[in-house]
C-alpha cells in the first residue's frame, strides 16, 4: 500500500531530536513522503532543511496559519516570498485562512483579530496569484468567508485545497464545483463525526488526499496519543470503507492526487 500524508506538522520530532526514530517508524508503516506544513516564521525554514535534507521524501510549504496573525504579521508576511527563490522551492504556500474558532471574548479584540486574519489572508492568497503555486486553506467557523476570499483572489480554484476538513457535504460540493478539493483525516473514524464522513463520500475517490495533520487528531484506535505519519493506514481503511473500495486503491489514488497536487 502506497500512501503519502498531504499534512503534517513534524517540528515537534524536529525539536525534540527525535526525527530519526520519527522517519524509521513512518517509513516502516508505508508512508513513502510527508509535505511539512508551514504555520510561522518559527518552522518555515525548519521545514526547507528538511526538503533539503531528505529529497524526495519531504515536500515543504510555508504559510502564516490564521492562528499566528497577531499584532506585526505583516512582517512575517513579507518573509514569504524570498522562500519562493529557494533551489528547493515550497510546495505550496499555506497553511492560510481564517480561523474563528478561538477569539477573543472582548467584542472590540475580537473584530480585531478577524480584521487582521482576513487582511493576512487576502495578501498571501495575492502570493499565491503571482507565484500560480498551490494553497492549503485552514478553514474553521468561517467557511463560507474563506470561500469568498478565495474567488475574490483569482487563484485557481485548481490549486487549492481545504485541509482537515470539517464541514458537510453541501460545503465539499461547493468546494469541488469549484474545480478545489478538501483533504481528510482521522476525524473521519470518530463516533461523532457523520457529517464529514458524508463529505468524503460527496467528494468520492477523484478529488481524494488523505493526510494525518500530526501531531493533532489521532484516529480512533490511538485517540489521545501524539499523531504521527505511521498511523495514517487506519485512516486510508476507514476512507475506503466509507468509499466501499479495497483500501489499496483507495491509497493509490489519494498518493497520486497528492503528488500531482503539490509536485511531488
Known amino acids: 500500500m502506497r500512501l503519502l500524508d498531504s499534512h503534517c506538522h513534524p517540528i515537534t520530532a524536529v525539536r525534540a531530536g527525535t526525527l530519526a526514530p520519527w522517519l524509521e517508524q513512518v517509513k516502516a508503516a508505508g508512508v513513502e513522503g510527508v509535505v511539512a506544513i508551514g504555520t510561522d516564521l518559527d518552522d518555515w525554514s525548519e521545514y526547507r532543511r528538511l526538503a533539503h535534507e531528505h529529497p524526495g521524501f519531504f515536500r515543504h510549504t510555508v504559510g502564516l496559519h490564521p492562528c499566528h ?3 506585526g504579521w505583516e512582517d512575517a508576511v513579507m518573509a514569504l516570498a524570498p522562500f519562493f527563490a529557494d533551489s528547493v522551492a515550497p510546495a505550496a504556500l499555506g497553511e492560510i485562512g481564517l480561523d474563528y474558532f478561538r477569539l477573543p471574548a472582548d467584542a472590540v479584540e475580537a473584530a480585531q483579530v478577524k480584521a487582521w486574519q482576513q487582511l493576512a489572508f487576502r495578501r498571501q492568497l495575492a502570493l499565491a496569484y503571482q507565484f500560480d503555486c498551490p494553497v492549503v486553506i485552514h478553514s474553521r467557523h468561517a467557511f463560507a468567508e474563506s470561500v469568498q476570499l478565495i474567488d475574490e483572489s483569482g487563484v485557481d480554484w485548481r490549486q487549492v485545497v481545504f485541509h482537515c476538513f470539517v464541514e458537510g457535504p453541501a460545503a465539499v460540493c461547493e468546494v469541488n464545483r469549484r474545480g478545489g478539493r478538501a483533504s481528510f483525516t482521522g476525524i473521519i473514524t470518530y463516533k461523532n463525526a457523520d457529517d464529514i464522513r458524508a463529505a468524503l463520500k460527496a467528494q468520492g475517490l477523484a478529488r481524494l488526499m488523505l493526510e ?3 501531531p493533532y ?7 489521545g496519543k501524539e499523531n504521527t505519519p505511521a498511523y495514517l493506514p487506519e485512516i486510508a481503511a476507514k476512507a475506503a470503507e466509507l468509499l466501499g473500495l479495497p483500501v489499496d486503491e483507495v491509497a493509490e489514488v489519494a498518493t497520486r492526487n497528492a503528488r500531482q497536487f503539490f509536485g511531488f
Not at 218 to 223: E, H, I, K, T
Open 212 to 214: 494525518t495533520d500530526a
Open 217 to 223: 487528531l489521532a484516529p480512533l484506535s490511538v485517540r
Open 69 to 71: 496573525v497577531t499584532e
